[in-house]
Nanobody, 126 residues
Framework: QVRLVESGGGSVQAGGSLRLSCAAS????????MGWFRQAPGKEREGVAS???????SYADSVKGRFTISKDNAKSTLYLQMNSLKPEDSDVYYC????????????????????WGQGTQVTVSS
């Protein structure tokens, strides 16, 4: 059974930092193409960052220079380091995986991913 479990969300003041983690298990691990998405109430889920098997990364323009996606294959864990947080970064953050043993390229749209975590809330106060 594929499982993606996010952790690390919380509340922080503007300008602060958080690091999200996503532990992968089951038929996939972090060598897969993986991504972080976020969703606000009443809005569509949007891509934040992605990383492929060769560690090629891609970011949404809104987070470039502030967020860093990375992974530890030995721990099958995906990370999202979020710095210089803004109130508009407040959302539920989800990790996702495509479900391949090897995957190359940038994938930052929801329909390209088959497996999802349950989400973790990030709240940034001004």
């Amino acid at each position: 059974q594929v499982r993606l479990v996010e952790s690390g969300g919380g509340s922080v003041q503007a300008g602060g930092s958080l690091r999200l983690s996503c532990a992968a298990s089951g038929y996939i691990d972090s060598r897969d193409c993986m991504g972080w998405f976020r969703q606000a109430p009443g809005k569509e889920r949007e891509g934040v960052a992605s990383i492929d098997s060769d560690r090629l990364t891609s970011y949404a323009d809104s987070v470039k220079g502030r967020f860093t996606i990375s992974k530890d294959n030995a721990k099958s864990t995906l990370y999202l380091q979020m710095n210089s947080l803004k109130p508009e970064d407040s959302d539920v953050y989800y990790c996702a995986a495509r479900g391949f043993l090897y995957c190359s390229g940038a994938y930052i749209t929801t329909h390209e991913y088959d497996y999802w975590g349950q989400g973790t809330q990030v709240t940034v106060s001004s």
